[in-house]
Structure formats: structure tokens, C-alpha cells
């Protein structure tokens, strides 16, 4: 008997966070709190090493911060460490949708951080865990996000790029600009209210020069509340895309 007891300790110990730290996380991450949500999570790490929640979480937070700002050495700062927790969580449920998604986004904003040859390299796991997390769940929006952004990349490749794809791999990926369009329009049905959805939308839209359906999306971001400064830093994109066109 003494030795169950051990046991469900042990299990819970590493695999049960309590609810009420994954339902704070949620609302310090809703709320824009990004240092305060990782804060709260790297707290309770040594309590819970092998929870895929809070390791999700954690990758989750370490994007966040990374994506306020676009100065590089705080992006090296928070997207390594957050890649090795996303990866964690994975080696422990790969059929964690989230866990997939935020895989996914990370290697991808490494790819972007570390030059076209590493991007390229990346764009296949980009690609698989990307197209994994929305067959886990379909209704989440993230995941979607990411595929547009993965056809939008590659499809922006210059002619330059695109010989150094062909020389790292044989059959390059190929994305498109329609595609892109495609899972934007997807993530926004999923969730309606994230400005970068529309923001990457608009900017597809711009390189398929349907000009008119790009201002109403610039327009109607202009219009929508700002949930952080990555939120108010697209605004800001998008009214300068609005006074080019």
C-alpha cells in the first residue's frame, strides 16, 4: 500500500499540474503578460518535469516574448530555449496537438532567424508538424496560421533562394501565395478575432494583386483591438500597407 502511494505521488508529481496553474498561464498569455506567464510556468517546472501541458506552455511563452520585438538577440534569447521545451513536450505525446503546433512555429522562426539555407532545411518539420497539429485539432486556429505562413515564405523565395533550395534538397518544397490565402481564411474562421490572421492574409492577397480585398482586410485590422505589441506593431504595418496601395 505504501508503495501505490509512491507511485500515484510520483505520477502526479511529474504528470499532473494542477489546473489552476494551466488555467492562469492561459489568462496571463490572453492578457498579454508574456514575462509573468513564464515566470509562473518556470516556477513550477521542477514540480511537474514531465507535464506536456506545462511544457507547451512554456514554448508558448518563450515565443510570446520573442515576437513583441524584432531585435535578434532577443529572439536567439527566447526562441532556443523555447524550441528545447516545445521538442520536450513532443518526445512526450507526439499526438499533442499543441505541442505540434508550437514545434512547429518555433523551428520556423529559427529557420528565419538563421538564414535562407537553415529556413529551407526547416521548412519540411515546419510542413509535418504543422499538418500534424491540425489533423489532431482541426478547430484550432495556430496551426493553420502556420501553413499560410509556410506557403507565403517559400512562395517569396527570390530566384536566388530558390537555386540554393535546389541545391540543399533535390525536390525543394513549394508553397504558393493561394494557398497561403487559403489557411488564412481557415485560421480566421477558427478565430475570428487574431490580427495576425488577417495581417498575413492582406499581404497575400497584395502579392496576387487582388488589391481591393487587401485594403478591406488592411481596413478592417485598423479596426480591431490590439491584444499586445506584436497586435499594435501589425496595425501599424498594415496602415502603411494601406497608404502604398
Sequence with gaps: MYKLILVIFFLIFCYGAPQSILIESDQLNKAGSYEADLLKLTNNLDSFPQNVEVLWRLARAHFEIADQTEDEEIDKKYLYPGIKYAKMALELNSNSARANHWYAVLIGQIGLLEGTEQKIINSYDVE???LRAIELDPDYDGAYSVMGRWHYELASLSWFERKIAEWVY?????????????????????????????????????????ITEAKKIFEKILNMNPGDTSDKNMQIEAKEYLEQL
Design 128 to 130: 509535418k508538424y504543422a
Design 170 to 210: 533535390e525536390s525543394p518544397p513549394n508553397g504558393g501565395y493561394p494557398q497561403a490565402v487559403e489557411y488564412y481564411k481557415r485560421a480566421i474562421k477558427a478565430k475570428p478575432d487574431e490580427i495576425r490572421h488577417y495581417l498575413w492574409l492582406g499581404k497575400s492577397l497584395v502579392e496576387l494583386e487582388d
